[in-house]
């Protein structure tokens, strides 16, 4: 069984700040991690993802996440944060090698910038 | 590339009534996809995943007889909800997988029923 965990449910930062959002999972082998955003009424956007190689990943908008397998994290991180970055994030796992494909979803972390 | 849409972006319909949503890969051939349903400010809930031209395999709880999907192609998906009722107003997303295997997102259809 995989799971995902966003402890949590919103981080508020000040624009220009660096940000955080959290995400712990479980796989029985080896992950394939992803992060997506999701703006009101839309569906979810890709950002990034970490399937072997580099644990630092880095992806769409400035964002970029660390793979730590010791301690089974996927943080998302930005050096500055724009209001524009508000969103609804999810950090979502497949165990490599999943014949189904399927992802599990982290609950979604609501990040507020503000001005 | 990877493009996957879904029509309507939003419906409103009447209780008891039958409304269909299209999922389409529009650059790709999906030998998989996934339909999803997400309620205000929570997570996606899977709801069932289809491989063209087999029937779809329904999550737990997932009642198969009110969600009817159909995979009837590579590029196009269904989902069907029978007999709509207020507690099926929902916002649904699906997602398509090709032969990469990497999972490509529409862009919702937000469903009420009145």
């Known amino acids: 069984a995989q799971s995902v965990a966003q402890p949590e449910d919103q981080v508020n930062v000040a624009e220009g700040n660096p940000l955080t959002v959290k995400c712990t999972y479980s796989?029985?082998?080896?992950?394939?991690l992803f992060w997506y955003v999701q703006y009101p009424n839309r569906g979810l956007q890709f950002l990034l993802k970490?399937?072997?190689?580099?644990?630092l990943v880095k992806g769409s908008y400035g964002f970029e996440a660390e793979f730590n397998k010791s301690q089974t994290s996927f943080h998302l991180k930005k050096p500055s944060a724009l209001v524009s970055d508000s969103a609804l994030y999810f950090c979502?796992?497949?165990?490599?090698?999943?014949?189904?494909?399927?992802?599990?979803f982290g609950g979604g972390t609501r990040l507020m910038v503000k001005p | 590339g990877a493009v996957v849409s879904q029509h309507p972006s939003w419906v409103i319909c009447k209780s008891g009534t039958s409304v269909k949503i299209e999922c389409r890969s529009l650059?790709?051939?999906?030998?998989?996809m996934f339909w999803y349903r997400q309620f205000p400010k929570q997570s996606l809930m899977l709801m069932a995943t289809?491989?063209?031209?087999?029937?779809?395999?329904?999550e737990q709880g997932v009642e198969k007889d009110k969600f009817l999907i159909n995979h009837a192609s590579l590029t196009l998906s269904t989902l069907t909800v029978t007999s709509a009722h207020p507690e099926d107003s929902s916002f649904y997303i699906c997602?398509?997988?090709?032969?990469?295997?990497?999972?490509?997102f529409g862009p919702g259809t937000r469903l009420t029923v009145t």
């Open positions: 289809s491989n063209e031209g087999s029937k779809a395999t329904y």
């Open positions: 650059d790709f051939q999906a030998t998989t």
């Open positions: 979502a796992v497949r165990e490599a090698g999943n014949a189904g494909n399927m992802l599990t």
């Open positions: 796989v029985s082998g080896n992950p394939y």
């Open positions: 997602s398509a997988s090709g032969p990469a295997r990497e999972q490509y």
């Open positions: 970490y399937i072997t190689g580099d644990n």
